[in-house]
């Protein structure tokens, strides 16, 4: 069973880690696959430039034998869409490898917001990663009405259960609460703040060295 953990990762930091981590453990997934996207149909371009995001993955991860970097959205022309990217790693990975897709719950909630949304349920499961003592219900007002459906069908609470079938199903995970978010890092950095304990050092010493997410980077790189 793979996770998949995709996001601009502008920078990443111990949110994207921990979770993938405490998802592994708890799912006893065989490995998760951090996946950079280029273009995120979504939300705003990344501040850095894909090289830059790709390499503070790549120092963020290493000595994790359970974590690797998966290039194919940075390589793939064109929007990064989640179905395209779930449909090439099932041509890879065979049609009987679970996969989980791992996201928060502001994504999971945006779901039907995205390209062949539905579709993506006949591709991977979803496991909704969320703060203790959260909780969601599908007749809950925050769950789209397109939404509560999928969700009413799907969701499981049987973390041993996705194992034996590889796509389809709606699992809540919960995870450490940790509220670190990329945005708030690239403004603290822009501050002059030190945003050391909010993401590796290793990664922090790129970020200075490259100038990123400085008033005074390159064009290009924030």
Excluded at 135 to 162: F, Y
Aim: net charge neutral; charged share 15%.
């Amino acid at each position: 069973m793979i996770g998949i953990l995709g996001g601009t990762f502008d920078p990443i930091h111990f949110g994207h880690l921990r979770l993938a981590q405490e998802l592994a453990e708890k799912l006893s997934l065989s490995a998760v696959r951090f996946i950079p996207s280029a273009q995120p149909p979504h939300r705003a371009a990344p501040h850095a430039e894909a090289a830059s995001r790709v390499a503070m993955v790549n120092l963020a991860i290493e000595g994790n034998p359970l974590f690797s970097l998966d290039l194919r959205e940075i390589q793939r022309p064109g929007p990064s869409y989640m179905f395209d990217t779930l449909t090439s790693l099932r041509a890879e990975l065979g049609k009987n490898t679970p996969l989980c897709l791992m996201l928060g719950a502001d994504a999971f909630l945006g779901l039907p917001n995205w390209h062949r949304w539905r579709e993506l349920f006949g591709l991977a499961h979803i496991v909704l990663a969320h703060r203790p003592g959260f909780t969601l219900e599908s007749n809950s007002p925050s769950v789209p009405q397109e939404l509560r459906q999928e969700w009413h069908n799907r969701h499981t609470t049987d973390a041993a259960s996705i194992a034996s079938t590889p796509n389809g199903c709606i699992l809540m995970q919960e995870t450490t609460a940790l509220d670190i978010s990329a945005s708030a890092i690239r403004a603290l950095i822009a501050s002059g703040g030190n945003p050391r304990y909010l993401l590796l050092d290793t990664v922090i010493d790129y970020i200075h060295q490259h100038h990123l997410y400085t008033q005074t980077s390159p064009k290009g790189t924030a």
